[in-house]
Structures are given as structure tokens and as C-alpha cells.
């Protein structure tokens, strides 16, 4: 007893003589254990999905995660065996989705991954893809420094290290890769002014064997700060044995390379000042001759690049809906609210589809689109989940506001495009075969006008027979290569009739008068004008000369 009384003693003279400062580190301890906490609610309210619904219209359904807030960015439908693969870029996992049987597999935990052990961490996986011969999935990872290969056969992972960093980022941050002709990879990082290839015969796991660097010219981003150059993503052009690969310093510089395997030689194509961010690539395949379709992720711009005599033709998509904001109302409602009267959709990632139509995402659109360059027709279709913390809302207590931070997607065979909602918790099916419930057309394909003057085109906009009634409120819609935005300006275009009804089968006949302004730079544009819906866009392009 007396023993324990002297310690019982002491230890209350300890107590005393340092209360002062135990109270202050339980105060500190206290004040840092709140501040984790409150970061990671933050984290996980913003990315995680906590709250979503898989919201569905009639072309898009979404499919919750079978696991908490997955952050999924990476997709790729698989055509040999009906699935679509994803990466958890939160959780390190690979799963995937069995499009026959309708329903999650099992999730895969690849072996090394950092966040999984960070409450408010990532690594981004900008892209998987299936290896077109052996069936494989590949993906890259951003925190790693690293390329991944899961063999579908053996149920393994197999890590390669990028024999590269970027002192000023800590990792060359892959984000796109291809194969060629006989399998080797070739990738680009967004912190890498370099093209790096794996010789696939001679790569193996765990290590950088068999991973080379190629150097890209700079010369064209002279005077730039190095930290602001990235690389956007490359495609493989297996008919001509080159890379196509696409830089930018973002909003200053955009250039597009032509990588030729044989002679190891850049071929570099400046862009114009107001195409400065180039991200998403896509060939399209002509007589043995490759030109490109390129998104411009700093604007509502995407383009055509053709190879032979190095001229771009600009498309633009719709301007972004007011549902973005908050509100069903026109751009000049939405201005006196204070929001933007007209805000970029930022077009992403492009890719091709069937029958050379040409696909992508728009960011801040909330779409996914698909042009046809035939029949020069834009379809975009809306996404039905919005979140307000991704989105200038007006009013700022606006629930039904924002994007669904559609970042990456894939096209299948199967007449579907998956893709991914990364702060969602989700991701998302486009049924591409269902039909259109109308479309729009017109027999002009190029009018000339002269600045000031006005010129009437005539559009037909035809119902199907099978559209709902839901389908039948049809408001029209018209865009431009005038802006960066896709609004015209100071020119002026209004149509006969701006918003009706229209039953199944009807069709109507509509004018729009458009009057260029006096200070438009003479040249060559595209106008875009068509339709929508509460699901669907559909857009008509036509050439504009102003002289």
C-alpha cells in the first residue's frame, strides 16, 4: 500500500508540475486529429460519391461501384469477352463489369498502391487498354511512376517502372498509351516532354528493362516555362508506322507531332494561338493517308488536322446548357443571375468509332458526343447525374446543378460506349443503337455572306415515330467557330421558331437568319445549328465563308 501511495504521490507531482504542458499538446493533439477529420469528410463529400443514384434517361444508364468511393477514371470495353474493365484510382483495385450477364465480377487488388493507405489520395489511371493480341489489360499509374500489366489468363499483375521522373513533380505521370503492330507499347507522361517505348519482348516486372526514352523537340515552346509543358495523349498510326502524340503548355502553346518509327524523326505541326491545349487524338484512316481529329481542352473546340496540306477545320459543340448552372433559362437570363453567359464545354478525350464516326467527351458539357464527318452531323448525349460541387450554380443553393465529372470513356463493338463518373462513384452505358427520337437536316453545306449581311438557312427537323411524349419538346439550338466558346459574338442568329411541340412522325420546316457582324475577321467558320431535348443534341454543320 505504501508503495503505491508514494507512486500515486509522485505521479501527481509530475502532474502538477507539467499540467501546463500536457494540456497544450491534448489541445494540439485534439486540434490535429479535427483538421484530419474535417480534410477527410472534405475529400470524400467532394470525390467519393457518398450520396449518388444511378440515374438513368433513355440512352444513358449508370451503374453504382460496387465498392466505396472507387474515384474510377481508366475504362476499356473488352470485345472478346464482354467486359468493361476499370480501375479504382482511389482503392487500387481492377474491376470490371459483365455486360451479358449484367452484373459486377470480383475486384482485383493490385499489389503496390499508395492512396489505398491516404484517406485523401489518388493515382490517376488515365487509361486501360486491352492488348489487342494477347488480351491483356494495361493501365497506367500516376503515383507509382509506372505501366501495369494484368494478365487475364494467370489472374497476375506486372509493374513497370518508367526509367524517368520529373524533378519538379516527383513521377513523369503516365497518362496515355498504345500498341504497335506487333504489341510493344509506346506512352507519354503529362510531367515528360519525352516519348517512351517498352519493348514488350524485353520488359520485365518490376523493373525498367526494356523501357526506352525518345526525346521530343522543344523548340516550338521557346521562352515557356518547363514546368507548364505537358503531353496530352498519342495514338499509334499502324498503316504509316508513326506515333502521334499532341503537347501544350495549357492556354500558351499547342503542338501536334508526327513520330516516324523507321527514320526516328518528329514531324511538328503548330497550332494556332486560339487551339493552345490539345489533348484528345484520334487518326482518321484515308487511302493510306492518317489525319487527325484533335479536342481542344481549353475551349468548346474540336478540329480536324489534315495531313497533306496542314489545314484545320474547326467544329464546335453545343454551348454549355443552362442546366450546368442551376437553371432552364436563355444565356441572357443566366447572365443577370451572374452566371456565365456563355462557358466552355471543354471537349476531352476523342476517339474512333464505327463507320469513322469520331467520339468524345465533353467535361464540362455533361456530354458525350459523337460526329459524323460524312454527313457532318453532331449528336451529343446529356448526362443525368450533376453535382453541385463540380459547377457554378445560380443561384449558389442550386441542387440540380454542375457535372458529373465525366473524365474518360470507351467505345465498344457492340454499338455501347462505357464510361466513367470519377467523382460519382460510377460509371455509365450510352445504348448508341437505340433510336434518335429526330433528327435535323438541310440542303445548304456552305453559304457565303458578307459581313452585315443576312442569309436564311433552312433546316428540317423530322420526328420518329417512336419518340414519347417526353421526346416532343423540342428547343432549337445553334453554335460557332466564331467564339472559343461556341457562341457567335457580335453576329446575331435567330430562327423562325425557337421552342415548340411536335408529335411522332411530324416534321417541320425552320429558318435561321444569320447576320455576321461588321468586325468578324473574314475567313472560313463552321456553323453549328440543330436541336435538343431533355437527353439528346442534335447539331447540323455547315461551312460559313464571311467576306
Not at 470495353?77 to 465480377?105: M, Q
Not at 495523349?233 to 501544350?248: A, F, R, Y
Not at 493510306?288 to 481542352?297: A, E, F, G, M, P
Amino acid at each position: 500500500m505504501g508503495i503505491i501511495v508514494v507512486v500515486a504521490i509522485a505521479f501527481g507531482l509530475f502532474m502538477d508540475n507539467n499540467s501546463g504542458k500536457n494540456n497544450n499538446d491534448l489541445s494540439n493533439n485534439k486540434l490535429v486529429e479535427s483538421s484530419r477529420i474535417a480534410a477527410i469528410n472534405k475529400f470524400e463529400n467532394q470525390f467519393c460519391g457518398n450520396n449518388t443514384n444511378p440515374n438513368s434517361n433513355q440512352y444513358v444508364t449508370e451503374y453504382v461501384l460496387p465498392t466505396r468511393c472507387e474515384m474510377p477514371l481508366g475504362i476499356a470495353v473488352d470485345n472478346n469477352t464482354s467486359k468493361v474493365w476499370y480501375i479504382s484510382t482511389k482503392n487500387g483495385t481492377l474491376g470490371s463489369y459483365n455486360i451479358k450477364e449484367n452484373r459486377f465480377d470480383q475486384e482485383h487488388t493490385i499489389p503496390i498502391w499508395k492512396s489505398r493507405q491516404n484517406p485523401i489520395d489518388s493515382s490517376q489511371v488515365w487509361t486501360v487498354k486491352v492488348d489487342p493480341k494477347n488480351n491483356n489489360i494495361w493501365f497506367t499509374d500516376e503515383k507509382q511512376n509506372s505501366i501495369w500489366r494484368y494478365n487475364n489468363l494467370l489472374k497476375t499483375f506486372e509493374f513497370f517502372n518508367i526509367p524517368g521522373i520529373s524533378e519538379s513533380f516527383g513521377t513523369t505521370y503516365p497518362v496515355s498509351l498504345d500498341f504497335d503492330s506487333s504489341g510493344n507499347i509506346y506512352f507519354v507522361g503529362i510531367r515528360s516532354t519525352s516519348l517512351w517505348f517498352g519493348n514488350i519482348k524485353e520488359m520485365k516486372n518490376g523493373t525498367s528493362d526494356g523501357i526506352s526514352q525518345i526525346p521530343i523537340p522543344l523548340q516550338g515552346f521557346a521562352g515557356i516555362d518547363p514546368d507548364l509543358i505537358s503531353t496530352g495523349s498519342l495514338v499509334v498510326d499502324e498503316n504509316n508506322n508513326s506515333v502521334w502524340l499532341s503537347m501544350l503548355a495549357f492556354a500558351k502553346k499547342g503542338i501536334i507531332f508526327k513520330y516516324d518509327i523507321n527514320s526516328k524523326t518528329f514531324e511538328v505541326f503548330n497550332l494556332p494561338l486560339d487551339l493552345s491545349s490539345p489533348v484528345g487524338i484520334a487518326l482518321e484512316n484515308n487511302n493510306n493517308i492518317s489525319d487527325l481529329w484533335v479536342t481542344d481542352h481549353g475551349t468548346s473546340i474540336f478540329y480536324k488536322l489534315d495531313y497533306s496540306d496542314r489545314k484545320i477545320t474547326k467544329f464546335v459543340t453545343s454551348e454549355a446548357s443552362p442546366r450546368i448552372f442551376g437553371q432552364n433559362s436563355t444565356s441572357e437570363e443566366l447572365a443577370a443571375a451572374g452566371a456565365p453567359s456563355a462557358a466552355y464545354t471543354l471537349p476531352y478525350w476523342i476517339k474512333k468509332g464505327s463507320n469513322g464516326s469520331i467520339w468524345f467527351n465533353e467535361h464540362t458539357g455533361n456530354k458525350i458526343a459523337v460526329f459524323n464527318p460524312v454527313n457532318m452531323t453532331l449528336i451529343e448525349y446529356w448526362i443525368p447525374t450533376q453535382n453541385a460541387l463540380f459547377g457554378q450554380c445560380q443561384p449558389t443553393n442550386a441542387k440540380n446543378c454542375g457535372i458529373a465529372n465525366l473524365l474518360q470513356f470507351s467505345v465498344g463493338n457492340n454499338k455501347e460506349v462505357w464510361f466513367s463518373e470519377w467523382s460519382e462513384n460510377k460509371i455509365g452505358r450510352v445504348d448508341t443503337d437505340k433510336e434518335l427520337p429526330f433528327s435535323v437536316s438541310s440542303s445548304e453545306k456552305e453559304v457565303t455572306i458578307a459581313k452585315g449581311k443576312s442569309a436564311e438557312i433552312k433546316l428540317n427537323l423530322k420526328m420518329t415515330t417512336s419518340s414519347s411524349s417526353s421526346d416532343q419538346t423540342i428547343n432549337m439550338i445553334k453554335s460557332g467557330t466564331f467564339t472559343a466558346t461556341g457562341a457567335l459574338g457580335n453576329s446575331t442568329g435567330s430562327f423562325s421558331e425557337e421552342s415548340f411541340s411536335i408529335a411522332p412522325g411530324k416534321s417541320k420546316q425552320i429558318s435561321f437568319i444569320f447576320t455576321p457582324s461588321l468586325d468578324l475577321k473574314s475567313g472560313e467558320y463552321t456553323l453549328m445549328v440543330g436541336a435538343e431535348n431533355n437527353a439528346i443534341s442534335y447539331l447540323k454543320a455547315i461551312k460559313i465563308n464571311i467576306i
